[in-house]
Nanobody, 117 residues
């Protein structure tokens, strides 16, 4: 049974920081590309950041220079460090695991991030 469990969301003031974690089980974590997506109310889900099994990263333009994605294969965990948070970063953040070669794709349940004063 595959599980992706996100944690670390919450309420933070503009300019603040949060660190999201996603712990994976039931998959061979090191083989998967991992991503963080977000969905704000009445908006489509969008890619925030992704990291390949080899460690290459890419980011949405809106978060470049503020967010950092990283992975720890020994802990089966992917992280999203979010700095200089803005109200427009408010959304539910979802963890995604993808093994494209074998059409495997899994989602976590999401964690709420609210940026507000």
């Amino acid at each position: 049974q595959v599980q992706l469990v996100e944690s670390g969301g919450g309420l933070v003031q503009p300019g603040g920081s949060l660190r999201l974690s996603c712990a994976a089980s039931g998959i061979i974590f090191r083989l998967y590309a991992m991503g963080w997506y977000r969905q704000a109310p009445e908006k489509q889900r969008e890619l925030v950041a992704a990291i390949t099994s080899g460690g290459s990263t890419n980011y949405a333009d809106s978060v470049k220079g503020r967010f950092t994605i990283s992975r720890d294969d020994a802990k089966n965990t992917v992280y999203l460090q979010m700095n200089s948070l803005k109200p427009e970063d408010t959304a539910v953040y979802y963890c995604n695991a993808e093994w494209r070669s074998f059409s495997r794709n899994y989602w976590g349940q999401g964690t709420q991030v609210t940026v507000s004063s």
